[in-house]
């Protein structure tokens, strides 16, 4: 296991008889993994856990599982979902301060700057075009978001024709879109697909020339979505203005980080999961999901 909320840590001990540990070291008994995004699930993990029957992702993403080794080892995944309106929030977050420069202009305030109000002007989102790729939970509730503010919004899912999807994009005044026709006319573009061999670097030089040079790109969902050396050549030779961006190439990142430190970049530590509510949410799935095992018992243990 490996930080997932205290009250669920606590819980899982006394009502579940859940033995818990809160590293790996060597081989191990465990039946049930809980990981986080930042554990890799490949066959080294799977070889100290030759007892796993069931891997909890606690979150979203599952591109740090290998799930060919997993399904051969018959273990069955778990994931906790929960995390689209904190996602969401925090793309909206970096889509308002990029666009309001806020960062330029609260930093030029503290040095007592007031020029700054003519020097740095910032946008209005209102009317402005948001192309959000990736129509799953977290891209659908920018969506539902951004039309409030008055965005138009412009979608590309390789699935588009569930009926969740469409009666979503029809809520938030929605266009279905080609992936070129997103990126040629959208102000901001935020990327929620998930990191899978179809999805990698699935933003590259050939997309970036079509971007518009006003265009913010924003990245909660993963960074190997976008090819790194392309996507500093872009803020770099300025074929986009500005990146928000909560995922890293290498994470944890504890030192100066070239691309973050550009100025045209906003950067978070990968916190769009992070917030007291959702950990907390995260916690109670996860009782949900051990409390239905304990209950099917032997139905898993075939
Ligand atoms: N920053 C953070 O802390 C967090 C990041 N995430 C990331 O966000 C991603 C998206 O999360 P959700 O919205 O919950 O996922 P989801 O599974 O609900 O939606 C993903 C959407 O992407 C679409 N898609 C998949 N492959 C595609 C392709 N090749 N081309 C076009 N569309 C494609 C799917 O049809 C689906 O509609 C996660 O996979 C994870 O990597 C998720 C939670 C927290
Ligand atoms: O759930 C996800 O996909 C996330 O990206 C959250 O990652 P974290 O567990 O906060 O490292």
Not at 15 to 36: C, G, P, Q
Not at 78 to 104: D, Q, Y
Not at 179 to 207: A, F, K
Request: glycine share 6%; with cysteine.
């Amino acid at each position: 296991m490996s930080e997932i909320s205290d009250d669920a840590i606590q819980k899982l001990k006394k009502e579940h008889n859940v033995h818990y540990k809160e590293s790996l070291v060597e081989e191990d008994e465990a039946e049930l993994l809980i990981i986080r995004s930042n554990v890799y699930v490949d066959l080294a993990l799977l070889s100290k856990l030759p007892f796993l029957k069931f891997i909890i992702k606690a979150g979203s993403g599952i591109d740090n599982i290998d799930l060919d080794r997993m399904k051969e080892r018959d273990v069955r995944l778990f994931t906790t979902p929960v995390n689209a309106h904190s996602v969401a929030e925090l793309a909206l977050l970096m889509i308002l301060a990029l666009r309001k420069r806020l960062g330029r202009l609260n930093a030029a305030l503290k040095e007592g700057n007031w020029n700054a109000k003519y020097e740095v002007k910032g946008h209005n989102l209102y009317k402005s075009s948001l192309g959000i790729i990736g129509y799953g939970n977290i891209g659908r509730k920018l969506s539902l978001i951004a039309n409030v503010i008055g965005m138009k919004i412009l979608i590309y899912d390789h699935h588009p024709f569930d009926s969740i999807k469409q009666e979503h994009a029809s809520r938030a005044k929605g266009t279905f879109v080609s992936l070129e026709e997103l990126l040629m006319n959208s102000d901001t573009v935020s990327l929620h697909v998930p990191l899978t061999d179809g999805t990698r670097y699935m933003i590259d030089c050939p997309q970036f020339n079509l971007c518009r040079p006003n265009c913010i790109l924003i990245n909660t969902a993963r960074a190997d979505l976008v090819n790194p050396t392309a996507l500093q050549e872009a803020l770099l030779e300025k074929k986009i203005a500005g990146l928000g961006i909560d995922v890293h190439y290498h994470e944890p990142i504890h030192r100066i980080d070239a691309l973050i430190n550009m100025d045209n970049v906003l950067a978070t530590p990968h916190v769009g999961s992070q917030t007291v509510e959702n950990i907390e949410l995260i916690g109670e799935r996860i009782i949900d999901i051990i409390t239905m095992l304990n209950n099917k018992g032997d139905e898993y243990y075939e």
